[in-house]
């Protein structure tokens, strides 16, 4: 199969009797020769397709006949520009910040695999003055007023700064842990106390460098959970709230499962313990159940604390009524 030619960084090829039925990944490799973790990195990249859709999941399995794309190089990224066909919620809006509530599926800005459609793309339709923020000297051009970041399968509550003023303001209350940010997330298996701390450096990690993970030489994290309900049937699973005592990047998913409890939904970080036979249905591919539920800060004009909450989505809602909640 090494002989599929590759033109312009990318091949095509029908998928033969000799791969039906494979899961994608696997596939990959045997026509590539790459290494099965670098496939993964090229699904998660979005660079893989099949009869011209994005694959979600790398265990996905191939039909005869289908056609395989796989896009061997990143396509060149012109930056961010304002993109009306974004769809998003504004919870609150002033003259220094905006708060977003996330729906799962959206990216937040640029990076690998992601060069347009993010939710950068439909501030800057909606908030044309963000592009103004570098060049005032606050942030980054391809992250106009972003100061933190939510998954891509991850809803919730997101900050941005609208201001120069709300940019340092806002930046320097999440590096020093005074914002509260708060999750909700069902979790593989039950959780056995009702309240837990996870005070575990995170860092790269050493035999994936791409993925998060607990490690010595990590940066210092700490995450509270306290246990909101626990079920059995059709899966056992437990609902936590999570509290950020820092922010590291995939924090909330690296703790929990590093704690035996990875948030469904999570391949990257949960491997199959994520996805249960009995939940594979109740979660879209690439979606987690991870919410950000409560957001609260110093308003960067007034000073005043405030506090914004957003309830779960109908999909989340949906997996905790098949659960009987």
């Known amino acids: 199969m090494s002989d599929v030619p590759v033109a312009g960084g990318a091949f095509e090829t029908v998928v033969p009797a000799t791969l039906g039925g494979e899961r994608v990944d696997r596939a990959v490799a045997l026509l590539t020769g790459l290494p099965r973790s670098a496939v993964a990195e090229l699904v998660n990249e979005g660079r893989v397709a099949v009869d011209g859709q994005r694959v979600e999941a790398r265990s996905r399995p191939l039909v005869v006949g289908q ?127 009702d309240a837990g701390v996870v005070d575990a450096p995170i860092g790269r990690s050493p035999r994936q460098p791409t993925r998060m993970a607990v490690t010595r030489g990590g940066r210092p994290a700490r995450t509270a959970y306290t246990v909101v309900a626990r079920y059995r049937e059709p899966l056992e699973a437990t609902l936590v709230e999570a509290t950020l005592d820092t922010g590291r990047t995939h924090q ?28 594979r249905a109740m979660l879209a591919p690439g979606r987690l159940f991870l919410h950000a539920c409560r957001l609260s800060l110093d308003h960067p004009g007034s000073g005043e604390r405030r506090c914004w909450e957003s309830p779960l989505p109908p999909d989340l809602d949906a997996v905790l009524q098949r659960l009987g909640a």
Request: no cysteine; charged share 20%.
């Open 252 to 279: 909330v998913r690296v703790h929990l499962a590093a704690i035996g409890h990875p948030v469904l939904g999570d391949d990257r970080y949960g491997s199959a313990a994520a996805r249960p036979a009995a939940g």
């Open 67 to 193: 056609i395989l794309r796989v896009d061997m190089a990143p396509p060149v990224d012109v930056g961010p520009r304002a993109d009306a066909g974004v769809v998003f919620a504004v919870v609150h809006q002033d003259p220094h910040l905006i708060v977003v509530d996330k729906p799962a599926g959206l990216v937040v800005h640029h990076g690998a695999g992601h060069g347009g459609g993010t939710l950068v793309d439909g501030l800057l339709a909606r908030f044309p003055e963000l592009a103004e923020l570098a060049p005032a000297g606050a942030g980054d051009a391809d992250r106009p007023g972003i100061v933190h970041r939510l998954d891509k399968g991850t809803s919730g509550l997101l900050v941005v700064a609208r201001t120069p003023d709300a940019y340092v303001s806002l930046s320097r209350q999440l590096r020093e842990h005074t914002a509260g940010r708060h999750y909700r997330a069902l979790v593989a298996g039950t959780v056995e106390d």
